[in-house]
């Protein structure tokens, strides 16, 4: 019987669940930002348990999160569905800060003149008092980077959840998409909401974007997933590729 071929290592692949925070009182009507003290209210709680029993069955290797309240309490949701599960806090995961902004209506808010610079050029806004949109972006996606080196130094193939907020995610899969800051107000990030990408040796996949409901079982990765190909013709689906 001749020797077995050698068969290469298998290419790291690491998946990124973005979860947005659940709803709290202020959610849609004014700028939280980093306000102290705010929580998720019974609505935000029962999203974010609706959400911990749809991904109690993902095996998540690391469960991160942004250290406001929000966050935190959205993913001890995550946590409470399965054993194991721990929480690591990351700033970088943590809101835009808003500075001067922050506590003021939406509505108030529209009327000032950066309102149209976030809107249309938000690399350029920097908030009075706070800090930019392009600063926030460059550490949620550097921390992104620095999680993906980390878990699949350790395993080839990590799933794991970070918790954060709307603006972070909008960025981070922005940067997946190859998209500029300018284009991330097209995106759009759901309180509760599902974002997964799949970081390849060769490109970033954008598999799921702003979910909030349905299976999850594809979004444990297959070796093929692993390839960095794109299915040309666009394939069949995660779903339909698993039993």
């Known amino acids: 019987m001749g020797t077995p071929a050698h068969q290469p290592p298998p290419e790291p692949v690491a998946t990124l669940l973005l979860i947005r925070h659940g709803l709290t009182e202020l959610t849609g009507s004014t700028l939280a930002g980093r306000r102290p003290g705010l929580h998720l209210d019974d609505r935000g709680r029962g999203q974010a348990d609706a ?105 080839p193939a990590p799933v794991y959840a970070v918790v954060s907020h709307g603006d972070v995610i909008k960025a981070v899969v922005a940067d997946a998409l190859g998209l500029h800051l300018d284009q991330f107000q097209r995106i759009q990030a759901d309180p509760c909401s599902l974002t997964a990408i799949r970081y390849t040796r060769t490109r970033p996949f954008v598999v799921r974007l702003n979910d909030t409901g349905g299976a999850v079982a594809d979004l444990v990765p297959s070796p093929a997933d692993a390839s960095g190909d794109a299915a040309v013709g666009g394939g069949a689906g995660g779903a339909a590729a698993r039993p």
């Open 51 to 155: 959400l911990a029993r749809r991904l109690a069955a993902v095996p998540l290797t690391a469960l991160v999160a942004s250290p406001l309240e929000r966050c935190q309490e959205t993913a001890q949701a995550l946590a409470g569905a399965a054993e194991g599960r721990e929480i690591t806090t990351d700033h970088r995961f943590s809101e835009c800060d808003y500075g001067d902004w922050t506590g003021r209506t939406l509505a108030d808010l529209a009327a000032e003149p950066l309102w149209r610079v976030v809107q249309t050029h938000p690399s350029a806004a920097v908030f009075p008092g706070g800090e930019g949109l392009a600063a926030m972006a460059q550490r949620a996606v550097a921390a992104v980077r620095d999680w993906n080196d980390r878990l699949t130094g350790a395993h």
